[in-house]
């Protein structure tokens, strides 16, 4: 079952912060998170395991919690770079089932 | 980045036409997978490989079929296109299941 990823859509000015969460209505194994430019390919960002472990890449970092099967992706100081349709993939009660994506979160940073 | 190329890049083609679209990988990785990608949807799994002539039907496979006769190439058909089936289509790999998946360029697929 698709991941319910919000907002589905952000604007945000240079400098800012944002959070995405991804939301699964079964247990989590483990979740991964890409991000997608317009005409392009998703990029891996980081992939996180239950145990509530949080990793972090550049000014983007993501948690973990089992508990609300839920993880959140926090961008901080935004650049205009990390303009992009972000996706959170989960893999859902152990490491035998199939990652599955959400719908994605579409942010804009302006100058 | 990792060594994926898909052809063709982009393909118009008509209803009823069969249709083969190609993934070669360079990182001699097990796993291989086939997405669509369409507005609101996000990436849905078509089918999916985990070695050389062994496949396995991913969310929405209805419509199409894969072979995969050599580690590096992983081909999916559509052996009838329909105008549901116009898309992007990405090819991806990993080394192990659930691992980290890497993407090739995509595949903009318009049937009409």
């Known amino acids: 079952q698709q991941p319910v990823q919000s907002p589905q859509a952000v604007i945000l000015r240079e400098g800012e912060d944002a959070v995405i969460n991804c939301s699964s209505s079964?247990?989590?194994?483990?979740v991964h998170w890409y991000r997608q430019k317009h005409g392009e390919a998703p990029v891996f960002l980081m992939i996180?395991?239950?145990?509530?472990e949080q990793k972090g890449h550049e000014k983007i970092s993501a948690s973990f919690n089992e508990k609300k099967q839920q993880s959140s992706l926090y961008l901080t100081a935004s650049q205009l770079s990390y303009s992009g349709t972000y996706f959170c993939g989960v893999v859902n009660n152990n490491a035998g089932n199939m990652l599955t994506f959400g719908g994605g979160t579409r942010l804009m940073v302006k100058p | 980045d990792a060594g994926i190329t898909q052809s063709p890049r982009h393909k118009v083609t008509e209803t009823g036409t069969p249709v083969t679209l190609r993934c070669h990988q360079t990182e001699n990785h097990r796993y291989m997978y086939w997405y669509r990608q369409d507005p609101g949807h996000g990436l849905r799994l078509i089918h999916y490989?985990?070695?050389?002539?062994?496949?396995d039907k991913g969310e929405v496979s209805d419509g199409y079929s894969v072979s995969r006769s050599k580690t590096e190439d992983f081909l999916l058909t559509l052996e009838s296109a329909t105008s549901s089936q116009t898309s992007v289509y990405f090819c991806?790999?990993?080394?192990?299941?659930?691992?980290?998946?890497?993407f090739g360029p995509g595949t903009r697929l318009t049937v009409l």
């Open positions: 996180l395991l239950k145990g509530g």
């Open positions: 079964k247990a989590l194994y483990s």
């Open positions: 490989s985990y070695g050389v002539k062994d496949t």
């Open positions: 991806a790999i990993s080394e192990l299941w659930t691992d980290t998946q890497y």
